[in-house]
């Protein structure tokens, strides 16, 4: 998985302001369907509810990577944002989020769409990778932070699968 191909500089927003983990939920669907025309904000809004309903998506340290399955989905789509006040996401570490990756995947999942959410994990869980997006100052540089840091944690993550 390349992230470049999986998010658009256009889906990645810094210095977001958000009331909640339902605004920001709100702003990610938006971020969201901007590239998909066919599939309504509304829809991805109420399947992401849906998904948060099963359990938190927190990955802790302010990180959150809501994510949901939309039927008519061709391929895997992405979106970033960065808060300027984190809110709180009933994370299991008690930290507010600050960090939020979105994903919408197709309604049937490949080995491929499978792989591509277990690396992200890996990806967002990176303390250098956070601390890097935390000190992006507009959404470019959000987005090379992002890009940049894919690397270092898939790896890792690769040597020790190997090892």
């Known amino acids: ?57 927190c990955l802790d340290k302010g990180v959150a990577f809501p994510h949901c399955r939309i039927s008519g989905l061709r391929k895997s789509c992405a979106a970033l944002m960065r808060l300027t006040e984190p809110v709180d996401f ?18 049937e999942l490949t080995a491929e769409d499978i792989a591509d959410i277990e690396m992200l994990t890996t990806l967002l869980r990176d303390d250098a990778l956070c601390a890097r997006l935390r000190s992006a100052s507009s959404s470019l540089n959000l987005s090379e932070a992002l890009l940049a840091g894919q690397l270092e944690p898939v790896t890792k993550l690769k040597s020790a699968q190997q090892g």
């Open 1 to 57: 998985m390349n992230l470049d191909e999986l998010i658009k500089p256009d889906n990645i927003l810094c210095n977001v302001s958000a009331r909640s983990k339902k605004h920001c939920l709100e702003i990610l669907s938006e971020l969201l369907t901007r590239f998909n025309p066919d599939i309504a904000s509304e829809e991805v809004f109420a399947k992401l509810i849906e998904r948060e309903r099963l359990g938190c998506t």
């Open 90 to 107: 009933d994370s299991s570490d008690g930290h507010s989020v600050d960090l939020i990756f979105g994903l919408m995947v197709p309604e």
